[in-house]
């Protein structure tokens, strides 16, 4: 069975960094693009940043473009976002995903292109 499981949370402050991982088992890594979704709370879930199958191709929200950085390591099975210039605003939950369509281009803007989720990581940026 299919295990995401995210890590690299806590608390920083504004400017900060931080580096999140997300392990996947359970499925061939390399064949499927992988997601950073967010959620702060009384909001909806928001898409991040994601990447396709081999890392050729990433995408970001306009909120991030320029501060994260989505990589991903297919000998490891393992998707990072590495997180610059933090914000009090980037507070969230962060949820890691992963989609069950080989090679099939990545999206942002659709929680429900993603099959599997990680329980998610915190993330608290004070200000």
């Known amino acids: 069975q299919v295990q995401v499981v995210e890590s690299g949370g806590g608390l920083v402050q504004a400017g900060g960094s931080l580096r999140l991982s997300c392990k996947a088992s359970?499925?061939?890594?390399?064949?499927?693009?992988m997601g950073w979704f967010r959620q702060a709370p009384g909001k909806e879930r928001e898409g991040v940043s994601c990447?396709?199958?081999?890392?050729?191709?990433?995408y970001y929200a306009d909120s991030v473009k320029g501060r994260f950085t989505i990589s991903r390591d297919n000998v490891k099975n393992t998707l990072y976002l590495q997180m610059n210039s933090l914000k009090p605003e980037d507070t969230a939950m962060y949820y890691c995903a992963t989609d069950s369509r080989p090679y099939h281009y990545c999206s942002v803007t659709g929680s429900s292109e993603y099959t599997y989720w990680g329980q998610g990581t915190q993330v608290t940026v004070s200000s």
């Open positions: 990447i396709i199958w081999n890392g050729g191709i990433t």
């Open positions: 359970g499925l061939t890594f390399d064949r499927y693009s």
